[in-house]
């Protein structure tokens, strides 16, 4: 759906007003959506659909999935979150699991970023070498 660049503006803008260093706040944006529904200014349906994307979009880059062949000890999972906050900012929410198909190694996804330093991900990437 194609939206005008007055709403996109306007979604951006209060996007803006929700977020506290750099991060969303959920309860300000919930008041503040409160009071734009209660106001029910012109467009506002754009404006609310567009914000959504915004939301789900900041909600997809602040992901992050780390997985590993084995469970990561305590000190490594540890390296691992510092890092990634150290790279993209405080606020990520980090899930932890265990995919044994990765045979060693981890494979790291963030938003649509993904560090692939796993076995299989080699293997993968010396199999399309030779073909």
Do not use: H
């Not at 997985?67 to 906050?85: F, G, I």
């Not at 405080?90 to 190694?105: C, R």
């Amino acid at each position: 759906m194609k939206i005008s660049r007055r709403t996109s503006q306007q979604a951006k803008q209060l996007f803006r007003l929700c977020t506290k260093d750099g991060l969303l706040d959920e309860g300000l944006a919930q008041r503040l959506l409160q009071r734009v529904l209660e106001a029910e200014p012109r467009g506002c349906l754009a404006v609310l659909t567009a914000f959504e994307r915004l939301v789900k979009l900041d909600a997809a880059q602040r992901a992050a999935k780390v997985e590993s062949a084995t469970p990561l000890p305590a000190e490594a999972s540890n390296q691992v979150r510092a890092r990634l906050e150290q790279a993209y900012g405080k606020g990520l929410n980090l899930s932890f699991a265990e995919n044994p198909a990765l045979i060693g190694g981890i494979r790291i996804t963030v938003g649509s970023d993904v560090y692939d330093g796993s076995v299989q991900g080699r293997l993968n990437r010396l199999e399309e070498r030779f073909s």
